[in-house]
């Protein structure tokens, strides 16, 4: 990828402008006043896994001992019985689940009745929070505010050698088993098949219907008056916490830069570099540094040929929400000969 080998002076006067005039640190901050940007080119948005996926939540990981677990209510479509186990929250701190569980029949004496399960592309893998002091409804009643949920599909015509007893569920990152009183009858027809249907974990549903929730971060563009065709634009992203809690980057999100209409449509997906940010304290701003080819290579994507004039920029994260981005404009112009 090519690089401009020296600021113009104008650029680096407005650099040194953009560092005084700039969100101010936090008292006894240790992370640099600008985070410098990394070319590391970023993959396909996470989904569910029987590993921890990215969070959002800065808050530990449940464990089987910090859970009740227990048979909520089933249903049936399309052959396939569908359960909802409800998990609650019995200790004195709140604590997170993500991703897709292994979930196990076990019969009368604990061992497993069936080898395997599918995971589903259900839910949006994200983390479910859950908060101590919730009140269980017990019985059939679903999950409330506070409380995970996760809906097992089993075939009708599942192979089953004997009965099943309980429903085992071994929770993403190594946090151990859960176990609750759940009857599966055995069957062994000629026609059995089918298997066990696992989602990720997903929140309580809402009773009623609710607004989209805003995003996570506010973003400011910092973007010089121009940019040279085929050079690399540098600026800078201002990345407000505006979630009203705090954000810890267990792993760092994509983000994707492009200009899109105007003279120019170039596109390319890199990944942040969030672990200068530490803890990212809710009302926060933090001050990343960007670059931005303005030519087509390996990793931009470019789409037809690029002319001098203004042009519209756009910044987003791929996540914890896609909402999270920001727009600005910038005047293309052509090389010097």
């Known amino acids: 990828m090519q690089r401009s080998a020296a600021l113009p002076y104008a650029a680096l006067a407005t650099a040194i402008l953009l560092v005084a005039c700039g969100p101010r640190q936090a008292s006894g901050d240790t992370r640099p006043a600008i985070i410098p940007w990394i070319a590391t080119v970023a993959g396909p948005p996470p989904t569910a896994t ?13 464990t089987a001992t910090d859970l009740a677990l227990r048979a909520g209510r089933t249903g049936a479509a399309a052959g396939t019985a569908y359960t909802t186990f409800v998990f609650t929250n019995r200790s004195a701190t709140e604590c997170q689940l993500q991703g897709v569980p ?3 029949l076990l019969d009368a004496v604990g061992r497993p009745v069936v080898a395997s399960q599918d995971s589903v592309p259900a839910g949006d893998g994200g983390p479910v929070a859950l908060l101590p002091g919730v009140t269980d409804g017990g019985g059939i009643t ?3 505010p506070g409380q995970a949920q996760l809906s097992v599909g089993i075939a ?4 089953l050698a004997r009965p099943g007893t309980a429903l085992a569920v071994d929770l993403p990152n190594g946090g151990g088993r859960l176990a609750t009183p759940w009857a599966f009858g055995a069957y062994a027809g000629g026609d059995c098949g ?5 989602p990720s974990f997903v929140d309580a549903l809402p009773h009623v219907p ?33 979630a009203g809690h705090d954000i810890a980057f267990t792993n760092c999100p994509g983000y994707i830069e492009s200009t899109k209409g105007g003279t120019a449509n170039f596109r390319v997906h890199y990944v942040l570099n969030c672990r200068p940010i530490g803890v ?10 960007m ?24 910044w987003g994260l791929d996540w914890p929400n896609p909402g999270s981005g920001g727009r600005g404009t910038i005047t293309l112009t052509a090389a010097s000969s």
């Open 210 to 242: 609710v607004a989209e929730p805003p995003p996570d971060f506010a973003v400011k563009l910092v973007l010089p008056a121009s940019a040279v065709i085929g050079q690399t634009l540098k600026y800078q992203v201002w990345l407000t916490n505006v």
């Open 142 to 144: 679903p999950a409330i």
């Open 280 to 289: 990212f304290k809710s009302g926060e701003t933090v001050t990343l540094a």
């Open 291 to 314: 670059e931005f080819p303005m030519s087509a290579t390996s990793t931009v994507e470019s789409f037809g040929d690029p002319r001098p004039g203004l042009n519209p920029i756009w």
């Open 156 to 159: 009708s015509i599942l192979c």
């Open 102 to 104: 292994v979930v196990q």
């Open 50 to 62: 029987p590993q921890p996926t990215p969070t959002p939540l800065a808050m530990r990981f449940c």
């Open 194 to 198: 089918g298997g066990i249907y696992v």
